[in-house]
């Protein structure tokens, strides 16, 4: 079965930095694009970055660009996002993603909450 597990979300002030993981398990994870989605309350889920499969390419939300890298390791089928300069707005919990097929698959995701 098809299973995603975020973690290292958790409270930080603004101008910090965090570091997200999603642990994978359950499909060929090397071959597949793996994304990042946050969600804040009251607002649509929204992609916050992507990476293929071999890692050679990235895309980010505007809003983040500069700010957050996206990165993978396909020996240890985990996919993270590195966080830096982080505003208040980017508040959400961030949810780790993969599309096999149809078939989108998410973890429970994490809360990320930057407050001073």
């Known amino acids: 079965q098809v299973q995603l597990v975020e973690s290292g979300g958790g409270l930080v002030q603004p101008g910090g930095s965090l570091r997200l993981s999603c642990a994978a398990s359950g499909f060929t994870f090397s071959i597949y694009f793996m994304k990042w989605y946050r969600q804040a309350p009251g607002k649509e889920r929204e992609l916050v970055a992507a990476?293929?499969?071999?890692?050679?390419?990235?895309n980010y939300a505007d809003s983040v660009k500069g700010r957050f890298t996206i990165s993978r390791d396909n020996a240890k089928n985990t996919v993270n996002l590195q966080m830096n300069s982080l505003k208040s707005e980017d508040t959400a919990v961030y949810y780790c993603?993969?599309?096999?097929?149809?078939?989108?698959?998410w973890g429970q995701g994490t809360q990320v909450t930057v407050s001073s």
């Open positions: 993603n993969a599309r096999l097929g149809l078939r989108e698959y």
């Open positions: 990476i293929s499969s071999a890692g050679g390419s990235t």
